[in-house]
């Protein structure tokens, strides 16, 4: 069986060198930019497609005759492909999981810090000879609500109990060795002063932050967002913004990526913005990599 790493990069071909080893199956690398149209031609042969957050619409997959998996380099394959519609192709997609769980949540952290000290908007505004000292939120003793409590959640209230904050959460589902106490999802709203999404995307999840559960967060939050863009109804969010609802967003997640210049997100000063790069570390791209050859090995294998 054939495969490609379809999205390969200069950032992670050196990675990926690190990890080969000398009985991993062969698999070809595409470093060149492509559009979606271009899959059919760039899949063509392969039966196995590694895809690191592109774009796989199901019209140009269809066309890929011999494909039969896609390796998503993460757990958001839904965002980027129609996961059921490839099934009924004859297409398996695989996910790897826990791998930045470390990393997601850092990053979160920092992102929550930024927010809480204005520190993007003060940046830009040094850089352009613009001295405003900005007053900020102290987050000692302030209340933490994690939506989501799985492995990046569990990490997010591990760091966030150590810097001084109460942490508290809701979770989809009941766990008993949950390490801070659960709440249902209204008192979470009412009670954070940072509300930090966790959620995997699927259809139970879609906009789960509505219109309805934002006008219910406690006024001045912060919000943070490492998860999923789709999480959130962009709308409600975005005029939650600009009516100082919501004090400050750190996302690093939007509906369409990457996030357009002329984006209203883009253009407002209480939004603190990355390009989805929470996982982005050498630590956990070796981890990430690794896994999805082992994946690759075992379907050659099978």
């Known amino acids: 069986m054939k495969a490609i ?23 070809s690398l595409n470093l060149k930019p492509f559009t979606r149209e271009d899959l059919p031609r ?18 140009f997959v269809s ?32 996910t790897i999981k826990g791998y930045g769980d470390t990393a997601v949540a850092e990053h979160s952290i920092a992102l929550m810090m930024a927010c809480a ?13 613009t001295w405003e000292p900005a007053e900020g939120v102290q987050l000692l003793g302030k209340t933490l609500g994690l939506i989501g409590l799985g492995g990046i959640g569990a990490e997010v209230a591990r760091i966030a109990k150590g810097m001084g904050m109460n942490v508290i959460a809701y979770n989809r589902t009941k766990r008993a060795d949950a390490p801070v106490p659960l709440v249902d999802i209204d008192t979470l709203l009412a009670k954070s002063d940072v509300v930090s999404l966790h959620l995997t995307l699927g259809d139970e999840t879609r906009n789960f932050l509505n219109a309805a559960r934002i006008a219910k967060l406690k006024p001045g939050v912060i919000l943070i967002n490492t998860a999923r863009g789709a999480l959130v109804d962009e709308a409600a969010l975005i005029a939650a913004l600009t009516r100082g609802h919501i004090r400050h967003a750190g996302l690093d997640v939007f509906h369409a990526e990457p996030l357009k210049p002329d984006h209203p997100l883009a253009r407002m000063d209480n939004v603190t913005l990355t390009a989805h790069a929470a996982f982005r570390t050498l630590e956990a791209s070796e981890t990430l990599l690794r896994r999805a050859i082992d994946i690759v090995k075992k379907i050659v294998a099978a």
């Open 42 to 59: 760039l899949l063509a042969g392969y039966d196995i497609c590694l895809d690191d957050h592109s774009y796989m619409p199901t019209e």
């Open 117 to 129: 000290r204005d520190v993007a908007r003060m940046d830009r505004e040094v850089r352009s000879c």
């Open 5 to 27: 790493f379809l999205d390969c990069n200069q950032q992670l071909e050196p990675v990926w060198t690190r990890v080969l080893r000398p009985d991993d199956p062969a698999i």
């Open 63 to 94: 066309k890929c005759n011999g494909l039969r998996h896609i390796v998503f380099l993460g757990t958001g394959a839904a965002s980027y492909m129609n996961i059921a519609e490839l099934k009924a192709l004859g297409i398996t997609v695989h």
